[in-house]
């Protein structure tokens, strides 16, 4: 693993990066604020002690990336691929905004997800167990696959989202908002007949 020559400086504010290539390096003890990412392959990067702030990624990949004891504090990810990446690793993860992005794969088990917005992603096979996604923003989101057990969604807004499993057993709902007709689903734990 290289560390990411392009990074010289410790602080950078307001920087943006155009088509930046640091695939598979180490990204370490860098903070970055408003600063502005677009079409940057940052793939199988690990950024260790990191702070992103108030930062906004458009059409990047940080697939497989790793987050050790980094912070991202009001980002904004748009476009952007960010297959199989474990959330659980940062240190402070606080107010993340997810629009069009494709998280299939990655874990937020455990994690306080209040607020968040994972506005039309492609979230397949993602772990929310655990998780609080009260007053979340989860619409028009697939989440085939995904995992919600003992997750707090209540109050979050499941607008036009698809493909959920959700048992209202195991999972805190209320005044969740669904859509007609994917909210039939949440009658699957209940073992009973719809005609």
Partial sequence: ?????????????????????????????????????????????????????????????????????SEFIAVKFYKTKMIGMNWTEVKNLNYIVFDKCKLSHSSFYGLSLKLFVFKDCLANEVDFTNANLNKANLS???????????????????TQSRNYNIDPNFNIIKKAVFSIPEVITLLQGFDIKIK
């Fill in 140 to 158: 028009g989101t697939d989440f085939e696959g995904s995992k919600f057990n003992n997750t707090d969604l209540s109050q979050a807004d499941f």
């Fill in 1 to 69: 693993m290289k560390n990411a020559t392009s990074f010289k400086l410790e602080y950078y504010k307001e920087s943006k990066f155009k088509e930046l290539d640091i695939a598979d390096s180490m990204v370490n003890d860098r903070e970055f604020y408003k600063c502005t990412f677009d079409s940057c392959n940052m793939s199988n990067v690990i950024f260790q002690n990191c702070r992103i702030e108030d930062c906004e990624f458009h059409n990047c990949d940080l697939s497989l990336s790793k987050l050790n004891e």
